[in-house]
C-alpha cells in the first residue's frame, strides 16, 4: 500500500493494477496484535477500513459482499437455525444472516477482536445487530473453534475470511473443512470467500476440489461485482452435504427483508460460470 497525497492506493499483487481511492482524512490507524487497522474518510465511497493496507470494507460496497456471502447459503439450506460466521469482524454478514426469523443462533468467531471494536465505532450501521439476543460474538481462533465443534451443531458455516496468507491460510485448507462437515448437520451448507474468478481461478478450483475431497457432495461458485477488491468481480464457493445446491428456496427469498443487490433472480444468475471458469 503507497500513500501519496490524499490517495489511497492498493496494489494488486502479481497483477500489475492497483485501485485508488481518494481521502479526505485518516479517522484511525492502530495496530492490533494481529494487524495494522486503518480507516479512511475517502471523497466518493465513504469510510474504508483496511487491515495491512488491503482494503476490508467500504461504506459504499459492502453490501453486495455481505449479502451475497450469507444470503444464498442460507436460503439453499432448507430450514437454517443454527449459524456460524467464522471471521467477519466488521460484522456485515452477521448482520444479514439474521435479517433471517428463523435462525435462532449466529455464533461469530473472528480472530481479532479490535477488527469488530474499531467497526462498532466507525461501521456502526454494520454492527446493527450485534446485539440481538441470537448472536454471541467469540474472539478465538476459527479454524481451532471449527475442530473442537460438537458434531452437526450448526446448519450453515459462513468463512468470511481475508486472503488466503497468514493465519487465513488455514480457513482454505481440506482439513479446515473436513471439520466443518463434521460440525455441520445432515443438510448442511458450507460457504466461503474463494477470491477473483479473472485473478484467482486457480485458487477456485483447489477450494471446489478440497470441499468434494473432506466429503461434501454438492459444490458451486457463485459470482458477484466488488469494485474494491481485486480486479472488481469477486467470489464465493458453497458446498452442500446433501447435494443440490441449485434448488433454494425461490419462493422464501421473493417474500423477504429489505436487500439493496441480492434476490432470486440474482442468486440464480450468480451460479451461471463464463466458459473459462467452467474449464
Request: aromatic share 10%; glycine share 8%; charged share 25%.
Amino acid at each position: 500500500m503507497t500513500l501519496d497525497t490524499n490517495w489511497y492506493t492498493e496494489e494488486w499483487s502479481g497483477q500489475g493494477t492497483a485501485i485508488s481511492l481518494k481521502f479526505k482524512s485518516k479517522l484511525h490507524d492502530e495496530q492490533s496484535p494481529y494487524q495494522r487497522i486503518e480507516i479512511y474518510e475517502t471523497e466518493t465511497f465513504g469510510r474504508l477500513m483496511t487491515l495491512d493496507g488491503l482494503v476490508m470494507v467500504t461504506d459504499r460496497d459492502n453490501f453486495v459482499y455481505h449479502e451475497m456471502m450469507s444470503h444464498p447459503a442460507l436460503f439453499a439450506h432448507p430450514a437454517p437455525q443454527r449459524v456460524l460466521v467464522i471471521g467477519g469482524g466488521d460484522c456485515g454478514t452477521l448482520r444479514e444472516v439474521l435479517k433471517h426469523d428463523g435462525v435462532t443462533l449466529a455464533e461469530q468467531v473472528e480472530l481479532d477482536e479490535r477488527v469488530t471494536r474499531v467497526a462498532e465505532k466507525f461501521f456502526p450501521d454494520l454492527c446493527a445487530s450485534n446485539n440481538d439476543p441470537r448472536a454471541r460474538l467469540r474472539f478465538d481462533d476459527g479454524i481451532a473453534w471449527v475442530a473442537k465443534a460438537t458434531p452437526e451443531s450448526y446448519d450453515v458455516i459462513i468463512i468470511d475470511s481475508t486472503d488466503p496468507v497468514g493465519p487465513a491460510a488455514g480457513l482454505f485448507s481440506e482439513a479446515f473443512y473436513r471439520n466443518c462437515f463434521k460440525a455441520l448437520g445432515p443438510q448442511g451448507i458450507l460457504v466461503g470467500q474463494s477470491e477473483s474468478p479473472l485473478f484467482h481461478a486457480e485458487l477456485i478450483r483447489s477450494v471446489q476440489k478440497s470441499m468434494r475431497d473432506s466429503g461434501f457432495k454438492d459444490v458451486a461458485t457463485l459470482h458477484f461485482p466488488q469494485c474494491t477488491y481485486p480486479s472488481g468481480w469477486w467470489s464465493a464457493t458453497m458446498a452442500s452435504k446433501q447435494g443440490g445446491l441449485v434448488n433454494f428456496r425461490r419462493p422464501a427469498s421473493n417474500k423477504m427483508f429489505t436487500t439493496r443487490y441480492y434476490n432470486s433472480d440474482i442468486h440464480q444468475g450468480a451460479l451461471a460460470l463464463p466458459q473459462f471458469l467452467r474449464k
